[in-house]
């Protein structure tokens, strides 16, 4: 914990406002968080509560209003460059609506082979080895390397989207609701892909759902936000077993049947 | 893929696409048509009704009304097709840059385009082709001019609608290029509605330019035009209402050839009717 891989530093991003525009809205205010490397951080937290928009800008694709993140000990607002294609390389997300997280003029190959081409990794067959023995990786045939998005289940577009977030052996996946589209019963698939992977490659994790029993079962640590705040942040036991904030607590009491989220905890193990 | 196709729905733009090839063909192979040159004067036959030996009968100097009016079909496909294809790739340019970049560059632009549109198509056609002097490859370039803003504004909201998909967020993620971005993920993305509209863009383009030489601003007799074909028979309807029927007639079938292509195109690309 004495050397967190990343550092979430104050964080504030407010969306609007200006001059003369009033004060805007406030999406994330002032979060502080820290992920030990190879570790799971679960984000919980109800619609609008700032989560996703905390993810955007960890992956850099959103500029915070004030505070910093570092990853690796870099502040990943200060990279440039040589820098910048680095850290695309080592940052990746997996997106929450498997509907749209693929363009869906391009084969799956055409899409796994993006972020090869983009870096310039590999030539043209070792890149087409690369993604047969991914799609492998991840449950699938090599069949599905020539289908088009709209010709697969959202279970399996989640796989692709794993695979893809991994193709360039990246250190940290940030993953939005990566499992919310899914049937209760592919979910538990996805998930346990997703730790299988985790848990391989080292990979350092935020995982941002509004899923109590998911955040649970993939969780190292788990910080509650409700509207743009930071409301609890600790170890995931701590924090399902004896939360301290009268919120977690109302969104622990609030899953339908713990006893049953538990059991199902148990039976993916 | 491998279904039957539904005929009857398609009907309509069957009829079209037959007479848009039978246009084009007319276009290409004008002097293998034609019965007579464009200019050959028949000084025997002035005025003359329809005759075996001009089907369609002669103007007042006696040439042929077919042969002048398939050779007209060439000028009327060159404009169109420049002036679509300008207004389709300066619009998409424009639409796309303003949408993808957003911001003042968003602004700019886009007051630029609201500016062009605020004038009546016809009249900021004239202006340029007063500004520009009058030839046919300027009634390309004003033509094409009004099509701008039309095609931008559709480019930018195609745009802003790909831009909130994820995999715009995912090729960003992986640091891909915004030149590269635009080429892969946004433009395949767009170009179905884009080219919708170039085919409706294309059957006005002949209607405008039929316009502007009507009005003598676009190809200068003695240069055949249906525009101009039609005043120069303005004068004589009475007696050879022909000269002015003929072109009337041809602009007509053209442009609903073109238009019920554009609707086949539209339902085609439209998943809504996708049966």
Redesign the interface.
């Known amino acids: 914990m004495s050397n967190p891989f990343i550092e979430i530093r104050n964080v504030s991003k407010t969306f609007g406002g200006g001059m003369f525009r009033g004060p805007g809205v406030a999406a994330v205010e002032g979060v502080s968080l820290a992920v030990p490397r190879g570790q799971t951080l679960g984000i919980v937290g109800e619609s609008g509560s700032g989560k996703s928009t905390l993810l955007r800008i960890v992956l850099g694709l959103t500029r915070p209003s004030a505070g910093q993140v570092l990853i690796g000990g870099q502040d990943i607002a200060s990279l440039r460059g040589t820098a910048l294609r680095d850290f695309r390389r080592r940052v990746q997300p997996v997106f929450q609506n498997p509907a749209s997280s693929f363009n869906p003029r391009q084969t799956i190959r055409a899409i796994l082979r993006a972020p090869l081409e983009v870096h310039g990794i590999g030539t043209g067959r070792e890149r087409d080895a690369r993604i047969d023995a991914l799609l492998g990786h991840v449950g699938l045939g090599p069949e599905f390397a020539e289908r088009l998005p709209h010709q697969l289940s959202g279970g399996q577009k989640q796989r692709v989207a794993i695979a893809r977030a991994i193709i360039l052996d990246p250190q940290v996946v940030l993953a939005d609701e990566p499992t919310s589209a899914l049937d209760v019963s592919v979910q538990a698939q996805v998930l346990r892909l997703f730790a299988r992977i985790q848990a391989e490659l080292g990979l350092t994790t935020l995982f941002v759902s509004h899923n109590l029993a998911v955040i649970r079962q993939v969780s190292h640590q788990v910080a509650v936000m409700q509207h743009g705040r930071l409301v609890e942040f600790g170890p995931a036991e701590q924090v399902f077993r004896a939360p301290r904030e009268d919120y977690t607590r109302r969104l622990i009491a609030a899953v339908p049947d713990p006893r049953h989220a538990f059991a199902r905890k148990e039976a993916l193990a | 893929m491998g279904r039957e196709i539904n005929w009857p729905r398609w009907r309509l733009a069957l009829i079209g696409g037959v007479i848009v090839l039978t246009v084009l063909l007319v276009a290409i192979f004008a002097p293998q048509v034609a019965p007579y040159g464009p200019l050959d004067l028949d000084v025997a036959q002035m005025l003359s009704p329809p005759t075996a030996a001009h089907p369609l009968g002669t103007d007042e100097l006696g040439r042929d009304v077919l042969s002048r009016a398939i050779f007209a079909t060439r000028v009327s496909m060159q404009v169109a097709f420049t002036a679509a294809l300008l207004g389709l790739v300066v619009g998409t340019v424009i639409g796309v840059l303003a949408a993808y970049f957003g911001g003042w560059l968003d602004l700019v632009l886009m007051r630029f385009m609201e500016v062009l549109f605020s004038f009546p198509a016809i009249l900021l056609a004239v202006v340029l082709m007063a500004a520009l002097g009058t030839s046919v490859f300027n009634a390309m370039l004003a033509i094409g001019i009004i099509f701008i803003p039309g095609f931008s504004r559709l480019a930018r909201a195609a745009t802003q609608a790909v831009m909130r998909?994820?995999?715009v967020?995912?090729?960003?993620?992986?640091?891909?290029?915004h030149t590269?971005i635009i080429a892969?993920?946004v433009l395949?993305?767009i170009i179905a509605p884009l080219l919708v509209e170039a085919a409706a863009a294309f059957s006005y383009a002949i209607l405008l330019e039929s316009m502007l030489s009507f009005l003598g601003l676009g190809a200068q007799p003695p240069d055949p035009s249906w525009g101009n074909m039609i005043s120069t028979g303005r004068g004589f309807m009475a007696q050879a209402p022909w000269i002015s029927v003929v072109p009337g007639c041809a602009i007509f079938l053209t442009v609903l050839g073109f238009n019920l292509v554009g609707d086949g195109l539209r339902d085609a690309f439209d998943p809504h009717l996708r049966d």
């Open positions: 998909q994820q995999y967020e995912a090729a960003q993620a992986i640091g891909m290029g590269r892969r993920e395949p993305n």
